[in-house]
């Protein structure tokens, strides 16, 4: 009786409504069974997808996961061959050095054709093998541009390789400049202000090319020709070489 009164009700509210609005009506219940519709259709696609990718999720993740490893795998030997290439080009420095500045006697770095030089950076790489680049200013103009901190460039001339002392770092010293030029005074007595003189007597054979030989490795570690004069007593000839450095103590200085 429920069903036949609730039907008879709608049937006479149906009658009291106009057509348009019957119509109306009509169209909101057909959307809203269509997007019910929909709504199934999406899920029902949802789930044939699901079960249509399930056998090929597992290989795709392996595959994705090996890409991955391979990718890590170059980029890790490529870091690896980095590393080894920077040894080899810093055991490569080291030797060449080494070569330049064979042993603790100053060398002039000019004569060798160095025009500028980065120290500060070569310690930092020498202290590795327990080793440090040294230098100092002398009268010669054979100046290098040597970067001896880290914003700080001077002009260096004579360079030798020391062993580093235990407990220091990389970080080279910074020698004291050269005293500066009175005013008033030219260059060459200014020269003489400050500098220590070293001087060496050494005979020549009087043949060209030997004497060359001769005096090569003296110019290489600084010293610079005063004089050639014969000796009356043995009719030889001997060179007179000066050269000159900055003190390294206050103690040397004053003496």
Request: no cysteine.
């Given at each position: 009786?429920?069903e036949?009164?609730?039907?008879?009700r709608a049937?006479?509210?149906?009658?009291?409504?106009?057509p348009?609005?019957?119509?109306a009506?009509?169209?909101?219940?057909?959307q809203?069974?269509?997007?019910?519709?929909?709504?199934e259709?999406?899920q029902?696609?949802r789930?044939?997808?699901e079960?249509?990718?399930a056998?090929h999720r597992?290989?795709?993740r392996q595959?994705l996961r090996a890409?991955?490893d391979a990718?890590?795998s170059?980029?890790?030997?490529?870091r690896?061959?980095a590393?080894?290439?920077?040894a080899l080009?810093?055991q490569l420095?080291?030797s060449l050095?080494?070569q330049?500045?064979?042993?603790r006697?100053?060398?002039?770095?000019?004569?060798?054709?160095?025009?500028e030089?980065?120290?500060?950076?070569?310690?930092q790489?020498?202290a590795?093998y327990?080793?440090?680049?040294?230098s100092?200013?002398?009268?010669?103009?054979r100046?290098?541009?040597?970067?001896?901190?880290?914003?700080?460039?001077?002009?260096?001339s004579l360079?030798?390789?020391e062993?580093l002392p235990?407990g220091?770092g990389?970080?080279?010293?910074l020698?004291?400049a050269?005293p500066e030029?009175?005013?008033?005074?030219?260059?060459g007595?200014s020269m003489?202000?400050?500098?220590?003189w070293d001087?060496?007597?050494v005979?020549?054979?009087g043949v060209?090319?030997?004497?060359?030989a001769t005096?090569?490795?003296y110019?290489?570690?600084?010293y610079e020709?005063?004089?050639?004069?014969?000796?009356?007593?043995?009719?030889r000839?001997?060179?007179y070489?000066?050269r000159?450095?900055l003190p390294e103590s206050e103690?040397?200085?004053?003496?």
């Amino acid at each position: 009786m429920d069903e036949e009164a609730q039907a008879a009700r709608a049937q006479a509210v149906l009658q009291q409504l106009s057509p348009d609005q019957v119509v109306a009506i009509h169209h909101v219940v057909r959307q809203q069974l269509l997007a019910d519709l929909h709504e199934e259709a999406v899920q029902v696609a949802r789930e044939a997808v699901e079960q249509a990718w399930a056998p090929h999720r597992e290989p795709l993740r392996q595959e994705l996961r090996a890409e991955d490893d391979a990718r890590l795998s170059t980029v890790t030997r490529e870091r690896d061959e980095a590393r080894n290439d920077r040894a080899l080009a810093q055991q490569l420095l080291v030797s060449l050095l080494r070569q330049l500045l064979p042993g603790r006697e100053p060398v002039y770095l000019f004569s060798l054709g160095v025009r500028e030089l980065d120290a500060y950076r070569l310690n930092q790489v020498l202290a590795g093998y327990a080793l440090r680049l040294r230098s100092r200013r002398t009268a010669s103009e054979r100046q290098v541009k040597a970067r001896v901190g880290e914003r700080a460039w001077e002009r260096r001339s004579l360079f030798w390789l020391e062993p580093l002392p235990v407990g220091e770092g990389a970080v080279p010293e910074l020698t004291r400049a050269a005293p500066e030029e009175p005013s008033g005074q030219g260059k060459g007595e200014s020269m003489t202000t400050g500098w220590m003189w070293d001087y060496q007597v050494v005979e020549l054979s009087g043949v060209p090319e030997e004497d060359e030989a001769t005096l090569n490795p003296y110019g290489l570690i600084g010293y610079e020709l005063v004089a050639v004069t014969p000796v009356a007593a043995t009719g030889r000839l001997v060179a007179y070489l000066k050269r000159g450095t900055l003190p390294e103590s206050e103690a040397e200085e004053r003496a």
